[in-house]
Protein backbone atom coordinates (compact mmCIF):
# COMPACT_ATOMS: atom_id res chain seq x y z
CA UNK A 1 0.00 0.00 0.00
CA UNK A 2 1.42 2.90 -1.23
CA UNK A 3 1.60 5.81 1.85
CA UNK A 4 -0.51 8.66 2.06
CA UNK A 5 0.47 12.03 1.45
CA UNK A 6 -1.01 15.12 3.12
CA UNK A 7 -0.18 18.97 2.39
CA UNK A 8 -0.98 20.88 5.60
CA UNK A 9 -0.98 25.14 5.11
CA UNK A 10 0.05 27.16 8.02
CA UNK A 11 1.61 25.57 11.09
CA UNK A 12 0.25 27.30 13.96
CA UNK A 13 -1.18 24.81 17.35
CA UNK A 14 -3.62 23.70 15.74
CA UNK A 15 -1.99 22.76 11.88
CA UNK A 16 1.44 21.40 13.82
CA UNK A 17 -0.84 19.12 15.98
CA UNK A 18 -2.35 17.60 12.48
CA UNK A 19 0.80 17.30 10.60
CA UNK A 20 2.55 15.66 14.09
CA UNK A 21 -0.68 13.34 13.70
CA UNK A 22 -0.43 12.57 10.55
CA UNK A 23 2.95 12.45 10.86
CA UNK A 24 2.28 9.51 14.08
CA UNK A 25 0.51 7.30 11.33
CA UNK A 26 3.17 6.96 8.88
CA UNK A 27 1.72 9.26 6.79
CA UNK A 28 4.11 11.75 4.50
CA UNK A 29 3.71 15.17 5.16
CA UNK A 30 4.34 18.96 3.32
CA UNK A 31 3.89 21.63 5.63
CA UNK A 32 4.16 25.14 4.52
CA UNK A 33 4.64 27.97 6.90
CA UNK A 34 5.66 31.78 6.45
CA UNK A 35 7.89 31.62 9.47
CA UNK A 36 10.84 30.17 9.77
CA UNK A 37 10.92 29.28 13.87
CA UNK A 38 7.77 27.07 13.08
CA UNK A 39 9.53 24.90 10.47
CA UNK A 40 12.31 24.63 12.38
CA UNK A 41 9.99 23.41 15.19
CA UNK A 42 8.34 21.04 13.55
CA UNK A 43 10.12 19.88 10.92
CA UNK A 44 10.92 16.22 12.65
CA UNK A 45 7.36 15.59 11.52
CA UNK A 46 7.50 17.23 8.28
CA UNK A 47 8.76 15.11 4.72
CA UNK A 48 9.03 18.37 3.28
CA UNK A 49 9.22 21.80 4.69
CA UNK A 50 8.62 24.56 2.64
CA UNK A 51 8.75 28.21 4.15
CA UNK A 52 6.50 30.37 1.92
CA UNK A 53 3.28 32.98 1.43
CA UNK A 54 0.39 30.94 0.88
CA UNK A 55 -1.44 33.69 -0.50
CA UNK A 56 1.07 33.08 -3.36
CA UNK A 57 -0.16 30.82 -6.22
CA UNK A 58 3.46 29.82 -7.45
CA UNK A 59 4.14 28.50 -4.13
CA UNK A 60 0.51 25.85 -3.67
CA UNK A 61 1.32 25.09 -6.70
CA UNK A 62 4.79 24.12 -5.69
CA UNK A 63 3.22 21.92 -2.88
CA UNK A 64 2.01 19.63 -5.32
CA UNK A 65 -1.80 19.52 -3.90
CA UNK A 66 -2.89 17.95 -7.01
CA UNK A 67 -1.81 14.83 -5.75
CA UNK A 68 -1.78 14.81 -2.29
CA UNK A 69 -4.64 12.87 -0.85
CA UNK A 70 -5.83 15.46 1.17
CA UNK A 71 -5.13 19.46 2.48
CA UNK A 72 -5.58 21.03 5.71
CA UNK A 73 -5.72 25.11 5.62
CA UNK A 74 -4.89 26.49 8.81
CA UNK A 75 -3.97 30.42 8.79
CA UNK A 76 -5.14 31.45 11.82
CA UNK A 77 -7.24 34.95 11.90
CA UNK A 78 -5.54 35.76 8.22
CA UNK A 79 -8.69 35.53 6.55
CA UNK A 80 -7.22 36.66 3.16
CA UNK A 81 -4.32 34.24 3.52
CA UNK A 82 -6.93 31.49 3.84
CA UNK A 83 -9.49 32.27 0.90
CA UNK A 84 -6.24 32.55 -1.23
CA UNK A 85 -5.07 29.86 -0.15
CA UNK A 86 -8.22 27.92 -0.89
CA UNK A 87 -8.55 29.50 -4.19
CA UNK A 88 -5.23 28.62 -4.86
CA UNK A 89 -5.42 25.17 -3.74
CA UNK A 90 -8.81 24.85 -6.04
CA UNK A 91 -7.44 25.81 -9.22
CA UNK A 92 -4.28 22.70 -8.80
CA UNK A 93 -7.43 20.57 -8.25
CA UNK A 94 -6.88 19.57 -4.83
CA UNK A 95 -8.55 16.89 -3.35
CA UNK A 96 -10.00 16.71 0.25
CA UNK A 97 -9.47 20.12 1.23
CA UNK A 98 -10.39 20.77 5.15
CA UNK A 99 -10.20 24.63 6.09
CA UNK A 100 -9.98 25.80 9.90
CA UNK A 101 -13.07 28.06 9.91
CA UNK A 102 -12.71 31.56 12.25
CA UNK A 103 -16.27 32.92 12.08
CA UNK A 104 -19.65 31.50 10.65
CA UNK A 105 -19.09 33.66 7.80
CA UNK A 106 -16.02 32.70 6.72
CA UNK A 107 -17.05 28.70 6.99
CA UNK A 108 -20.67 30.19 4.73
CA UNK A 109 -17.59 31.59 1.64
CA UNK A 110 -15.12 28.73 2.18
CA UNK A 111 -18.22 26.43 1.52
CA UNK A 112 -19.28 28.30 -1.49
CA UNK A 113 -15.69 27.95 -3.06
CA UNK A 114 -16.54 23.87 -2.59
CA UNK A 115 -14.50 22.80 0.79
CA UNK A 116 -15.74 19.82 1.55
CA UNK A 117 -15.20 20.27 5.16
CA UNK A 118 -14.94 23.91 7.41
CA UNK A 119 -13.43 22.82 11.16
CA UNK A 120 -13.89 24.95 14.21
CA UNK A 121 -11.64 23.29 16.89
CA UNK A 122 -12.56 25.50 20.58
CA UNK A 123 -16.23 25.46 19.22
CA UNK A 124 -16.15 21.55 18.65
CA UNK A 125 -13.74 20.61 21.28
CA UNK A 126 -16.35 22.98 23.55
CA UNK A 127 -19.72 21.32 22.54
CA UNK A 128 -18.46 18.01 23.15
CA UNK A 129 -16.85 18.47 26.67
CA UNK A 130 -20.06 19.91 27.30
CA UNK A 131 -21.66 16.86 26.48
CA UNK A 132 -19.23 14.70 28.21
CA UNK A 133 -20.03 16.67 31.15
CA UNK A 134 -23.75 16.80 31.09
CA UNK A 135 -24.10 13.26 30.36
CA UNK A 136 -21.41 11.12 32.29
CA UNK A 137 -22.57 7.99 30.97
CA UNK A 138 -21.06 9.17 27.32
CA UNK A 139 -17.21 7.61 26.94
CA UNK A 140 -17.11 8.85 23.76
CA UNK A 141 -18.91 10.49 20.81
CA UNK A 142 -18.03 10.34 17.37
CA UNK A 143 -19.88 12.65 14.59
CA UNK A 144 -19.51 10.68 11.22
CA UNK A 145 -21.34 13.68 9.07
CA UNK A 146 -23.38 16.85 9.69
CA UNK A 147 -25.95 14.80 10.66
CA UNK A 148 -24.99 11.37 12.05
CA UNK A 149 -23.04 10.65 15.14
CA UNK A 150 -21.83 7.43 16.69
CA UNK A 151 -21.98 7.23 20.66
CA UNK A 152 -20.11 5.36 23.17
CA UNK A 153 -21.76 4.87 26.17
CA UNK A 154 -23.16 2.45 29.41
CA UNK A 155 -26.31 0.63 28.93
CA UNK A 156 -28.74 2.80 30.95
CA UNK A 157 -29.98 1.00 34.26
CA UNK A 158 -33.74 0.97 32.85
CA UNK A 159 -32.00 -1.34 30.14
CA UNK A 160 -30.39 -3.45 31.82
CA UNK A 161 -32.15 -7.25 32.27
CA UNK A 162 -33.87 -6.39 29.05
CA UNK A 163 -33.00 -7.83 25.22
CA UNK A 164 -32.87 -5.14 22.57
CA UNK A 165 -35.75 -6.39 21.42
CA UNK A 166 -37.41 -5.40 24.33
CA UNK A 167 -35.72 -2.26 24.59
CA UNK A 168 -37.23 -1.34 21.12
CA UNK A 169 -34.72 1.57 20.80
CA UNK A 170 -35.15 1.52 17.05
CA UNK A 171 -38.31 1.95 17.24
CA UNK A 172 -39.12 4.31 20.10
CA UNK A 173 -35.45 6.39 19.41
CA UNK A 174 -34.63 6.02 16.01
CA UNK A 175 -31.32 4.34 16.72
CA UNK A 176 -29.08 1.82 15.61
CA UNK A 177 -27.38 -0.39 18.12
CA UNK A 178 -24.61 -1.25 15.99
CA UNK A 179 -22.26 -3.28 18.79
CA UNK A 180 -22.47 -4.14 22.36
CA UNK A 181 -18.90 -4.71 24.42
CA UNK A 182 -18.78 -6.46 27.31
CA UNK A 183 -16.40 -4.21 29.23
CA UNK A 184 -14.09 -7.12 31.54
CA UNK A 185 -13.58 -9.72 28.87
CA UNK A 186 -13.33 -6.66 25.65
CA UNK A 187 -14.98 -8.99 23.54
CA UNK A 188 -17.02 -6.79 21.19
CA UNK A 189 -20.87 -8.41 19.71
CA UNK A 190 -21.10 -6.81 16.28
CA UNK A 191 -24.75 -5.74 15.18
CA UNK A 192 -25.99 -8.27 18.22
CA UNK A 193 -29.46 -10.08 17.42
CA UNK A 194 -32.72 -8.72 18.82
CA UNK A 195 -32.80 -11.66 21.82
CA UNK A 196 -28.98 -10.87 22.98
CA UNK A 197 -29.58 -9.29 26.91
CA UNK A 198 -28.24 -6.06 28.02
CA UNK A 199 -26.09 -5.85 31.15
CA UNK A 200 -25.01 -3.45 33.52
CA UNK A 201 -21.34 -3.98 32.93
CA UNK A 202 -21.53 -3.74 29.05
CA UNK A 203 -21.15 -0.66 26.68
CA UNK A 204 -23.19 0.16 23.71
CA UNK A 205 -22.09 1.48 20.16
CA UNK A 206 -25.33 3.04 18.84
CA UNK A 207 -25.36 5.05 15.83
CA UNK A 208 -28.45 7.91 15.22
CA UNK A 209 -28.99 11.66 14.61
CA UNK A 210 -28.29 14.36 17.17
CA UNK A 211 -31.80 14.58 18.51
CA UNK A 212 -32.29 10.85 18.73
CA UNK A 213 -28.67 10.21 20.44
CA UNK A 214 -29.62 13.07 23.07
CA UNK A 215 -32.71 10.72 23.94
CA UNK A 216 -30.77 7.78 24.51
CA UNK A 217 -28.15 9.63 26.38
CA UNK A 218 -31.20 11.10 28.92
CA UNK A 219 -32.37 7.42 29.60
CA UNK A 220 -31.59 6.24 33.40
Same mark, same amino acid.
Given at each position: ?? %?? /? +???????????? $???????????? %????????????? =????????????RSAEVIEQLGVGTADGVVVSLGEDLT???????????? =????????????????? &?????? !? /?? #? +????? +?????????????????? @??????? &?? !???????? #? *?????????? /???????? *? $?? !? %????????? @??????? =?????????? /????????????
Amino acid at each position: MA %TR /R +FVVIGLGSFGAA $VAQQLHLAGCRV %TGLDSSRRNIETY =KDSLYEAVIGDARSAEVIEQLGVGTADGVVVSLGEDLTASMLAVLHCREN =KARHVIVKGVSDEHGRL &LRMMGV !E /RV #V +FPEKE +FAAHLGKQLAYPNVLDLI @PLDDDYS &LV !EMAVPESL #V *GKSLGQAELK /RKLGVWVM *G $VK !E %TLAGQMHLL @PHTDFVL =KGDQILLALG /RSEQLDRLRKMQ
